[in-house]
């Protein structure tokens, strides 16, 4: 079903299309029941974009959650929502130009094992994909959280000029603070709504 629990879907649309002129990966940091990797998934294909790998990371396993700052909560992400959006989404990319790589994994847990970037492999080769084009944040939301992801694609030369961050739930953590240091660290806002905020790697 790729259910969705969100708002200002369009903000997603919007980031997708000015990101596919950057070479790199798609991620997006909190995936639940794929609704919202749906709309990526057809941004991409909408917009013909050469990169067309998709990285996913969700751990579920029923793990307290990070709503908002200093506030843990358990919520029905357990491993038959894992399992319905592993076949929900495998199905929806059938026969689609889309390459999903789906990880069960937390943040941090993703970062540590990959902080080199994902092996693929493709016409009788193996690839090492270590630049991002797209990052949709959409995981823990706590300042900190938030902030220690943004860091990650921020070192090691992980992202170009052209990347685009868009940030979900912003009203639920301090948002300002992660406004004033992607504005310190040149990007650009893009589009803000009431729930969602994009920018653009200068």
């Known amino acids: ?64 959650y990070e709503e908002e700052d200093n506030l843990w909560i358990n919520y029905d ?17 059938f026969d689609k130009p889309i390459n999903l790589h789906f990880f069960i994994l937390d943040d941090q847990e993703y970062f540590y094992r990959y902080h080199d970037g994902i092996p693929v492999y493709s016409n009788g080769e193996k690839y090492l994909m270590e630049k991002y084009a797209f990052v949709y944040f959409d995981g823990p939301h706590s300042t900190h959280s938030v902030m220690a992801e943004i860091q990650f694609f921020m070192t090691n030369n992980r992202i170009s000029t052209g990347t685009v961050f868009v940030f979900d739930d912003v009203k639920k953590y301090n948002h300002d603070y992660i406004d004033d240091y992607l504005n310190r660290n040149y990007f650009e806002k893009i589009e803000e709504t009431d729930f969602k905020i994009s920018y653009r790697k200068l």
């Open 1 to 64: 079903m790729l259910e969705t629990d969100g708002e200002d879907y369009h903000v997603i649309t919007n980031a997708v299309e000015i990101a596919s002129a950057t070479p790199g990966l798609y991620m997006e940091i909190g995936t639940r029941l794929g609704g919202s990797t749906k709309v990526i998934i057809d941004a991409m294909i909408t917009t013909n974009t050469p990169n067309n790998h998709l990285v996913c990371i969700d751990p579920y396993g029923d793990l307290p």
């Open 77 to 93: 992400y357990d491993n038959h929502m894992k399992a319905t959006a592993q076949r929900d989404l495998y199905n929806y990319v």
